[in-house]
């Protein structure tokens, strides 16, 4: 009898110890598997009230996606129609660093076709939907009198 207590003793100190154990943060991809490559399905902005469709553009048929690694993010659009003028040609791209942490999303856009838009950070709310990511925030640029909230959805590429 006089073993068993020692024993019972060292169980209950051991799983108090246990209970005081720090977790390890949560990794951007374990929090939502965003590592891979997304293609925009739908894109909104929201201004002053009024929500208009800003992905597909009617007679414009372009294609964007986003990827994603664990640290960076890049997006490049261009449009279908294989343009060769000014009038129809239409490339953007951009890249930079973001931070995720449970639903909060931020980037950085280090790198922009549309310069003005560099060196920025934006704050967004991520959901996961199956394969559809929806992406939710404001875009907030002084300088360049941007100010509205976007709605994309992408899906994800296998």
């Not at 553009?57 to 659009?77: A, L, Q, R, T, Y």
């Not at 890249?95 to 449970?102: D, K």
Request: net charge neutral; proline share 4%; glycine share 8%.
């Amino acid at each position: 009898m006089n073993l068993r207590l020692p024993v019972a003793i060292g169980i209950i100190a051991f799983a108090l110890a246990s209970c005081g154990e720090k977790k390890a943060p949560v990794t951007a991809a374990e929090a939502l598997p965003l590592t891979g490559t997304w293609k925009l399905a739908y894109s909104k902005m929201i201004k002053n009230g009024d929500t208009s469709t800003t992905y597909p553009v009617p007679g414009k048929p372009n294609e964007m996606i986003k990827m994603f690694n664990g640290s960076h993010f890049s997006f490049f659009s261009h449009d279908l129609s294989k343009g060769s003028d000014s009038a129809t040609a239409a490339f953007s791209s951009g890249a930079g660093t973001y931070t995720l942490t449970g639903d909060k999303y931020e980037e950085h856009l280090q790198y922009c076709s549309f310069r003005g838009w560099e060196d920025k950070h934006f704050s967004f709310t991520l959901t996961l939907q199956n394969d559809t990511l929806i992406q939710r925030g404001i875009e907030k640029i002084d300088s360049l009198n941007v100010n509205h909230e976007i709605v994309e959805a992408y899906t994800r590429l296998r």
